[in-house]
């Protein structure tokens, strides 16, 4: 699984790349390209190919960067103690040449995997992130909330529904699971995937 591609945090070069990406995916798939003061101070999550080029992406703004733009629409209090370590994940973009469902399809399940390891380097306690609503069930399949909470983005004009994810009680709560993806996200990670 996984094949071909690999998964890490990403260098200066990758980085740059993901904003290419990130520009060209969402610029045809949504008509916006969301830029913020996170941008240059986020860490970007990234699987390149063989050929070395960034073929998806993932956004971490780190919990020393709060409050969230997200903040300034909707409360998180009520959700996540003010001792937690929370993150802001999110842009998750893929190229469409490997949006296909192959070995290749699990991208997003990959980007997501590196994430959660990402997580676990850092301490980070909780992710929270806002999502498209046709998102929602593939978010809710990765493990992750909704908080019932939703905003009008003032950039991409729709509404926007909050997601959280307990890191902390993710392993224990999760560690007898059934499900095929909670199995995959919290397995040991292949060496393909560098953190």
Same mark, same amino acid.
């Given at each position: 699984?996984?094949?071909?591609?690999?998964? &890490?945090?990403?260098?200066?070069?990758? =980085?740059?790349?993901? @904003?290419?990406?990130?520009?060209?995916?969402?610029?045809?798939?949504?008509?916006?390209?969301?830029? +913020?003061?996170?941008?240059?101070? #986020?860490? %970007?999550?990234?699987?390149?190919?063989?050929?070395?080029?960034?073929?998806?992406?993932?956004?971490?703004?780190?919990? +020393?960067?709060?409050?969230?733009?997200?903040? +300034?629409?909707?409360?998180?209090?009520?959700?996540?103690?003010?001792? =937690?370590?929370?993150?802001?994940?999110?842009?998750?973009?893929?190229?469409?040449?490997? =949006?296909?469902?192959? &070995?290749?399809?699990?991208?997003?399940?990959?980007?997501?995997?590196?994430?959660? #390891? @990402?997580?676990? &380097?850092?301490? @980070?306690?909780?992710?929270?992130? %806002?999502? @498209?609503? +046709?998102?929602?069930?593939?978010?809710?399949?990765?493990?992750?909330?909704?908080?019932?909470?939703?905003?009008?983005?003032?950039?991409?004009?729709? =509404?926007?529904?909050?997601?959280?994810?307990?890191?902390?009680?993710? &392993?224990?709560?999760?560690?007898?699971?059934?499900?095929?993806?909670?199995?995959?996200?919290?397995?040991?990670?292949?060496?393909?995937?560098?953190?």
């Amino acid at each position: 699984m996984f094949e071909g591609l690999t998964f &890490k945090v990403a260098d200066a070069t990758e =980085r740059l790349q993901a @904003f290419d990406l990130q520009r060209k995916v969402y610029g045809e798939d949504v008509g916006h390209v969301p830029s +913020d003061e996170f941008d240059e101070r #986020a860490h %970007y999550l990234v699987a390149h190919d063989s050929d070395h080029e960034v073929v998806a992406a993932f956004r971490v703004v780190g919990p +020393d960067l709060r409050p969230f733009d997200l903040e +300034d629409y909707v409360d998180l209090s009520p959700y996540v103690a003010p001792d =937690r370590r929370v993150a802001l994940v999110g842009r998750l973009c893929i190229r469409h040449d490997h =949006r296909r469902v192959s &070995k290749r399809g699990m991208l997003p399940i990959g980007m997501l995997k590196l994430a959660f #390891a @990402f997580s676990q &380097k850092c301490a @980070f306690t909780d992710f929270v992130m %806002y999502t @498209f609503p +046709d998102l929602v069930a593939f978010y809710r399949s990765a493990l992750f909330h909704p908080l019932g909470l939703s905003f009008i983005h003032p950039g991409y004009q729709c =509404r926007m529904h909050v997601m959280h994810l307990d890191l902390i009680d993710l &392993k224990p709560r999760m560690s007898g699971s059934r499900s095929p993806m909670a199995q995959l996200l919290l397995s040991v990670s292949p060496p393909n995937f560098v953190v």
